[in-house]
């Protein structure tokens, strides 16, 4: 749902809003922000606070702040000193904004317009059934620095195809958007991984309606970009955990196909060197079935069932092996008896072997599931929940 800029209107109670700018060695551009945040909110009459949360930058943050807060700028500075990364640290200043009408995120780096605040805030109020409102590079009047490079237009446009399963808005992966506080306080299972906090919000959120207003995205005036190598993986571990927030059980078997395939990829393999050093079929089938299942265990453990990794891996690898000994029984006794039984596939051993996996695999998810990797909700709470909990918000697990 596209929006145009507009001038601001004149409106009798316009709610207050809360603007989270989560910063790390960004001390140099706050005084520009805030500047400009000051020059386009004093006239819309709107109430409004800027909620710095600093994650310990070494440089001279606080001093800064304290400065424009002398100036007269509305600013609370969070600094952070247990926890790191831009998302939980949105988070933590949403959790923490006092009374605000609209919950809003910027970058400190100068890259999203402040002119734009008004108009993402006017979204809000004006249409009632817009639940989220992002500052869009990409639609219609929007657009980017002329110095973006192909390299990081190609990472965009990667990382918003990936964004498809969840949502249909054309920039997904802006970190400029508003959402209202109420919306913000229906949040499930806030589990942030990297910087895209903003579709993590979106999903959880089940906004229903987005509105995306055009605006103009700047490179950063000072400091180094924070996209690395280790953030841009972070987004894919993030995708994997949207999908199963989204799609449940069905996400989780797919990942476990998955990982299957690639096991079936390993017991084929083993079979053929088993057969080919002259092994019997039985005792080459039990080896590679064994290396297949340690295969799969390791990385369903990693990936498909990654939120119990951090129980005792031998209690679960001993658990595994024990129950999917049924999987592993049926593969077998399928691949034997075919392969004794039958012209054909004692002829083509591998295929027998093929159906035997496919039998096998669907016992080994659902034990696999519910018994191995069964999650097991944590009672230890991070600063970050408690914090939500106390003001009723939603939390971040």
């Not at 805030?34 to 600093?54: A, C, F, K, N, W």
């Not at 890259?111 to 500052?135: Q, Y």
């Not at 991984?193 to 919000?201: A, D, F, N, Q, T």
Request: hydrophobic share 40%; glycine share 6%; with cysteine.
């Amino acid at each position: 749902m596209p929006l145009s800029n507009s001038d601001t209107l004149s409106m009798v109670n316009p709610l207050s809003l809360a603007i989270i700018v989560p910063t790390y060695c960004e001390a140099e551009n706050l005084p520009i922000l805030l500047q400009r945040i000051r020059e386009v909110m004093q006239p819309t009459g709107r109430s409004y606070e800027v909620v710095v949360v600093d994650d310990n930058s070494p440089d001279n943050t606080p001093q800064v702040c304290d400065e424009l807060v002398s100036n007269g700028h509305p600013l609370r500075l969070l600094v952070r000193k247990d926890e790191r990364g831009l998302s939980s640290a949105v988070l933590h200043g949403m959790n923490n904004a006092r009374e605000a009408d609209i919950l809003l995120c910027m970058d400190a780096d100068l890259s999203h317009p402040a002119e734009a605040l008004p108009s993402m805030c006017e979204a809000l109020e004006e249409h009632p059934d817009v639940e989220f409102v992002i500052g869009s590079r990409y639609v219609k009047g929007g657009s980017t620095d002329e110095n973006w490079g192909a390299f990081r237009w190609l990472n965009s446009k990667v990382a918003t195809a990936l964004a498809r399963p969840f949502t249909k808005v054309k920039d997904p992966m802006a970190g400029f958007f508003a959402l209202p506080e109420r919306v913000y306080r229906r949040a499930e299972n806030l589990n942030p991984c990297g910087y895209k906090i903003g579709l993590e919000l979106l999903v959880k959120c089940r906004c229903r309606e987005v509105a995306e207003v055009p605006i103009h995205f700047q490179d950063r005036l000072y400091g180094e970009s924070k996209l690395t190598f280790k953030e841009q993986w972070n987004y894919i571990r993030h995708i994997k955990r949207l999908f199963d927030f989204k799609y449940g059980s069905l996400a989780q078997l797919g990942q476990f196909l998955m990982v299957g395939a690639s096991g079936m990829i390993i017991d084929l393999l083993m079979m053929s060197i088993l057969l080919a050093a002259s092994l019997p079929v039985a005792g080459a089938r039990a080896i590679a079935i064994f290396t297949a299942m340690t295969w799969n265990f390791y990385f369903n453990r990693r990936i498909t069932f990654s939120r119990t990794r951090k129980e005792k891996i031998l209690s679960q690898y001993a658990r595994f092996i024990a129950t999917c000994s049924l999987g592993a029984g049926i593969n077998w006794g399928i691949s034997v008896s075919l392969a004794h039984s039958n012209d054909f596939f004692a002829t083509y051993p591998i295929l027998a072997a093929i159906l035997g996996i496919i039998g096998g695999t669907f016992s080994n998810f659902l034990i696999s599931k519910f018994w191995v990797f069964r999650h097991r909700k944590p009672s230890d709470k991070t600063e970050n929940q408690r914090s939500a909990e106390n003001l009723g918000r939603p939390t971040a697990s």
